[in-house]
């Protein structure tokens, strides 16, 4: 959620800024809306400072003998003139509330506007791999090995699901131990959430009310509020898990990761190029998470990015890392570093991990505090990144490391956790 007093001292540059998003913001609206709650809860104010004066006479005027009844009349119109302006000011302070609800972040200065046309490549490593040998695609390759059953995935729940069997089973365990013993290294804390989350979880992540549709809901109650929904992203559940706290500074930065399988909607038609596992409902994926002080918040995303980089560079595989242009960057984030990997049959990269910077914004919408050196109370940052999702570093691996006779070489750093094989093989 957005800074309500930044916006009355900057409001053009914010307005400017947001643009670079695509949003057209109306910050002239909230502001007069808040500029009337301000006033009403200013005579609120001043009506309670009437009445408390005028209650404090009244003993003295009963000891004198004076008629007080038209007083004690008076002092219950004034009791309803107050709680009709308090209302007016509480309503007043739901819709200003109601409209930066929905406002996205605002992006860093250094973004460029605009989509994925603007998006920036900042990084290339490694070659695209050649072959002297017709390649073939994921889909195939699996389906040969049979190491992903696509159709028994379809028979069990439809389009966009598949099932792992035998050694794709043990290839997508591995890539998770991996990035789990990588980041238990890095000093990371460990952290299995639960799958099912209360709506107060999307809404302080930022992705409700205006995502809200994207999810899997659980419940039938036709207030989303009292429902649940299947996480889509652990990050969703770590950035709340202080929320309304206030962290002791000594504790940051706190970092944090989580294995979960995501469930995702995923709206509308497949294209050709994205059959198998590029686009699915459900996929698992580790999550790292940062919470910092506003000080330690630019380092934190380099390090996160650099850990996204670093998981990819130890598989082996090729890829890039691009800065997102301010519309490309989700709507909660104010900077995002995509790691995207080579696809061959698809001719392009493909996202594996977005990195990003929620700046306050998260930390606002969940009331998530630290208190600093001296003792003063602020929001903290908060930062995530994908470490990684597999369902594309999977097809990647697959294709990247196919060989002429039909088998997948197993990339070394996995090999420890397939019990030393080296290849898949038919």
Known sequence: MLDLKRI????????????????????????AIDEKRRKAVSYVETLKAQRNKVSAEIPALKK??????????????????IAEKDAEAKELEQKAFDMLCVMPNIPDEDLKSGEKENNEVIKVVGEKPEFSFKPQNHVDICTKLGIIDYQRGVKLSGGGFWVYRGEGARL????????????????????????QLGYNCGFGAGQFPKFSDEVY????????????????????????????????????????????????????????????????????????????????????FGELVNKAASLMEKLGLHFRISKLAAGDCSASMARTYDIEVWIPSMGIYKEVSSVSNARDYQARRNNTKYRDVNGKTQFVHTLNGSGLATSRVFPAIIEQFQNADGSVTVPEVLRPFMGGQEKITL
């Open 8 to 31: 009355q001292e900057n409001k053009e540059h914010i307005k400017e800024l947001l643009a670079r998003k695509g949003y057209d913001a109306d910050l002239d609206a909230l502001l």
């Open 172 to 195: 997508e365990w591995a890539l998770l131990n991996f990035f789990i013993s990588e980041h238990l290294k890095d000093g990371y804390e460990f952290i299995l959430p639960p799958l």
């Open 64 to 81: 004198t003998g004076k008629p007080v009844d038209d007083i004690f009349a008076e002092m219950r119109k004034l009791g309803e003139e």
């Open 217 to 300: 809901w659980l419940d039938v109650d036709e207030d989303r509020k009292k429902n649940r929904f299947m996480l889509p992203t652990a990050e969703t559940a770590l950035v709340n898990l202080y929320s309304g706290e206030i962290i002791d500074n000594a504790k940051l930065p706190m970092k944090f990761f989580a294995y979960t399988p995501c469930f995702r909607k995923e709206a509308g038609s497949y294209r050709a190029e994205e059959r198998g596992m590029i686009r699915g409902h459900q996929f698992n994926k580790v999550e790292m998470v940062q919470y910092t002080t506003q000080e330690g918040s630019d380092a934190a």
